[in-house]
């Protein structure tokens, strides 16, 4: 009886929650636009006032923190670090094909500059050109370890362990707010800096699971909340001067924190309307959902290469972060993400036949051993 409630446990634990890859896809594809849209412009502040402490809560409503820290951070390097250095490493490649501002052709053949590139890596400079989009893995990396072992103080049985573990959470905001206010000119490696930040967010996600406060509700329900929460983001959101947690910038605190928790749950509530209402439309935007690594990862190139093309169209000069007003920023956003999509659909089905070539392989090695 036990056995069967662990087995019912782990698959829930394992499979797929459809609302939180569908608000991961929303929060990707405003992502590619808000690399777009003017720097600084009201469309980049809407969307940078909330969009990547979503993905880091919603990564923290589906972390499993309950096994042992040995096998979270096989995990975690497995899931987190490996892809990291393989982007990395892919950037480098890209430079020979596509040059650009900070990574020239003859970079890949000078010291100094692999030097550079390796202490940028490492988490010692900021990741630019070809690079850039990844800086956010070596952060949910370190901030997912330290969320591990403030969840293990707030998980306990005991009352003033768990209240330590409260407490310790508050002081982690404070830390990573304080770090930006002292504008320190530098990033440590692995950005634990910005892992401060991560953690703190992780932890929210996760404790919103614990405490089931993102269970479904009826719909009218979902709506309203929905509609105050969207409230508070665009008021607060726009309010906030400038938040770009790459450069530990936050603005004001408070209202960076109202902005951030508005927009997410905005965001998690009009995903559960459309899990539960647009069935068809849900499956799209759950195969988003799946692939918001790669996709997220690979964006600068194809936003590159739609803004090109639309010079070349239209003979303007627009670059990327350039581009005024809301429709043009979410049209190429949208288009860049078309193609993203049909790169992750190659990768998956690449990858579901080299899972099935090494499941045909162990099988055979089972048969051979067994005669």
């Known amino acids: 009886m036990a056995g ?33 849209a003017v720097f600084e412009g009201e469309l980049y502040h809407l969307i940078f006032s909330f969009h990547m402490p979503a993905f880091i809560i919603l990564s923290g409503y589906t972390m499993k923190a309950s096994s042992s ?63 850039g989009a990844v800086w956010f893995l070596p952060a949910l990396f370190t901030g997912s370890l330290i969320a591990y072992w403030i969840l293990r103080l707030i998980r306990a049985e005991k009352l003033c362990i768990k209240i330590s573990g409260f407490l310790l959470l508050a002081l982690l905001f404070l830390a990573a707010v304080n770090y930006a206010l002292f504008d320190i000119p530098f990033s440590i490696p692995w950005r634990i800096d910005n892992g401060l930040m ?109 803004v090109y093309i639309y010079n070349q169209i239209f003979g303007t000069e627009l670059e990327s972060q350039h581009i005024d007003g809301y429709l043009l920023p979410l049209v190429i956003g949208g288009i860049s993400l078309v193609v993203l999509c049909f790169l992750s659909f190659a990768y998956e089905k690449i990858w579901q036949k080299l899972r099935c070539l090494r499941k045909a392989r162990s099988v055979s090695a089972g048969t051979d051993k067994a005669r």
């Open 4 to 36: 069967d409630k662990e087995r019912a446990r782990m698959d829930r634990d394992t499979e797929r929650i459809a609302w939180v890859d569908i608000a991961k896809a929303f929060a990707v594809y405003l992502c590619i636009v808000g690399h777009v």
């Open 69 to 131: 820290f040995t096998v979270f951070l096989k995990k975690r390097i497995r899931s987190i670090i490996l892809p990291y250095l393989v982007f990395n490493l892919l950037g480098i490649l890209i430079t020979l094909i596509f040059p650009c501002a900070h990574y020239r052709r003859e970079d890949l053949f000078s010291a100094a500059e692999w030097l550079k590139s390796i202490k940028r890596v490492a988490g010692g400079g900021v990741l630019t050109g070809h690079l």
């Open 198 to 306: 991560f953690a703190f967010f992780l932890v929210c996600g996760y404790l919103l699971k614990e405490y089931r406060l993102l269970e479904e509700r009826p719909l009218w329900l979902t709506g309203i909340l929905a509609l105050v929460f969207f409230v508070l983001w665009y008021f607060k959101g726009l309010r906030n001067v400038h938040v770009n947690l790459a450069g530990h910038s936050y603005g004001s605190p408070v209202n960076f924190l109202i902005g951030a928790f508005g927009g997410t749950f905005c965001l998690i509530f009009l995903s559960q309307i459309i899990a539960r209402l647009l069935k068809a439309l849900s499956c799209l935007f759950c195969f988003v959902g799946r692939n918001t690594l790669i996709i997220f990862a690979l964006q600068i190139y194809p936003v590159k290469q739609c």
